[in-house]
């Protein structure tokens, strides 16, 4: 048997107990291209969010209601009907919040990891897809240049902790937003940036304009903290969004930043990007983060949550901005 | 005596006739580095309302209540102290709504104007800052290409009648915004382009959805429009913020897009610009449209009103788009 978490309704805010229910069916054995892994780690993203809402102007299509969630998983393959990928191989793809994923490898960014890497969680942390998002948002999207000055938030997020200390490394004055003293203690003394702005105690808009003018904001967020940094950028500054997990659990369109005339008035860019458009930069971004990481000039916090039963408590957090870095659910012992 | 209009207060929306006064004042001769001229013609151009408001997060400071209104005009020069600029030149320059500007030509971007052209009005024209506008505002904020489909706002008025033919002329499929049936029918057969939606009298979106998807927006207005052409575009589109003219008239910021997400979702570049950033591809720009005008390949219809007195109606035509094309004061009889 194997026990998966079915959408069986749109949630309503983070009330994703509610929307889902952890069924059991027979395991089925891979057909002809596919390939089944045994789970060992489930990667929870905020962008899968509008995975789980019935918007169809969304990126991707809403999942039918009484699907398997999907979702990025760390396993290893058990039986594999698919060239190229063999039973006993580390992998990483899109599949099911599940104990096993049963996928097609051309449908689902299927790789064959790297064993070399001493701790496999970084397949989904320094050397994950986050990277690649933090990596090209930064220096392709925004076309961050050293010395500039860069504002991250959610900046203690999985995806924000490495846009953080990839422009910290390519030699930028970065600052981090992010909720609450433990977060900012994290970004000012794990991390290294030169400012943590508290958005749960600070005023966003006065502390920032001590901080600016900003070249560059790298945004997870969206909603009103785009709007207290809108004014603060810098003439000609941009603005990558990246996500905007301020509106993701919203079933009907919210409004746009209240300084929106700031992209006239300051001349800004303001460019929306997605990873998997720049999958094909994937060995190259690979490759430099793992040089970081052998160096040492480049870390990941992992928040970990043990057995499948947990998924969906530990998929709130990071709605609730109770995590600091990448939020994963182990399965090896559930 | 040399007569002009003094902003007096802030105006309400588009009560210009209450915030602005026909004063008069002795005519000054030039001092060192100073040139007069007399005014032949004012140009009308809604990003000086800004100008007008107290607002000091916009490009350019407020002007001082009790100034004289400034603004782009034409007219010869009747006496100068700054070399380079004779007596009996025809200028373009940044003067004052009055009978006669004093300006000093650093700060006012003042132009020794080419006289064999047959109607000197295309010099605020075809040949004028809104072709600039129009030229870089397509070519390098929005980076459009030959075939892309191009959506102009505001398309019967000053910039974006050029901007429509400028994009007709590069080979795109362009589609007009205006408001009412006379403005349609004048982008579809004097400026001949492929579609024109009315915005008073049919639901846009849905009217762009059948004529869309979008490559190029560029944008004159921003406001609902913008939110009704975001969903339309195509992925990768590019927004160009040329003006917003829907927010203008607030003293306070007003909400923006609500379908600001989809920057997110099709990986929509939204980009402001301002043309005096451009000023320097000012000569490469006007020989370019010099030759189109000389071919017959892009035309103006001017809004002439006539005498200073009536500047502040004419200028309201702006904003409750009673224009079509370029809204100029002639003050040769005045």
Same sequence: chains 1, 2.
Wanted: with cysteine.
């Amino acid at each position: 048997m194997n026990r998966y978490w079915r959408l069986d309704r749109h949630p309503q805010g983070t009330d994703f107990a509610a929307a889902l229910t952890l069924a059991e069916e027979p395991l089925r054995r891979p057909g002809d291209g596919e390939v089944l892994i045994r789970n060992h780690y489930l990667s929870l993203d905020a962008g899968t969010r509008l995975w789980m809402t019935s918007r169809t102007d969304g990126y991707q299509p809403p999942l039918p209601l009484g699907s398997p969630m999907k979702g990025l998983v760390l396993g290893e393959v058990v039986a594999s009907r698919s060239p190229g990928v063999n039973p006993g191989d580390l992998v990483r793809a899109f599949g099911q919040w599940a104990d096993h994923s049963l996928l097609r490898p051309e449908e689902s960014v299927l790789r064959v990891l790297d064993r070399s890497v001493s701790d496999p969680r970084q397949h989904l942390g320094v050397l994950g897809p986050n990277a690649l998002t933090a990596y090209v948002g930064l220096t392709e999207t925004a076309a961050t240049l050293p010395g500039e000055t860069v504002l991250v938030s959610a900046a203690a997020g999985a995806t924000g902790t490495l846009a953080a200390q990839i422009a910290r490394n390519m030699g930028c004055r970065v600052i981090g937003l992010a909720g609450g003293a433990a977060k900012c203690r994290f970004l000012l003394e794990d991390l290294q940036l030169a400012a943590a702005v508290d958005y749960k105690a600070e005023d966003v808009a006065a502390r920032l304009a001590t901080l600016g003018p900003i070249h560059v904001y790298f945004d997870n967020v969206g909603g009103p903290l785009l709007d207290s940094v809108l004014p603060n950028m810098a003439l000609a500054g941009r603005v990558a969004i990246c996500g905007l997990i301020a509106t993701y659990g919203a079933e009907t369109p919210t409004p746009g930043p209240m300084h929106f005339d700031q992209v006239l008035m300051k001349r800004l860019t303001i460019k929306g990007f997605f990873a998997p458009d720049f999958w094909h930069r994937g060995d190259e971004v690979i490759s430099r983060m793992r040089a970081w990481l052998d160096a040492g000039q480049i870390r990941m916090r992992f928040d970990v949550s043990h057995g499948l039963d947990a998924a969906p408590v530990a998929y709130g957090k990071l709605f609730s901005g109770a995590n600091i870095g990448k939020v994963l659910v182990d399965l090896r012992n559930g």
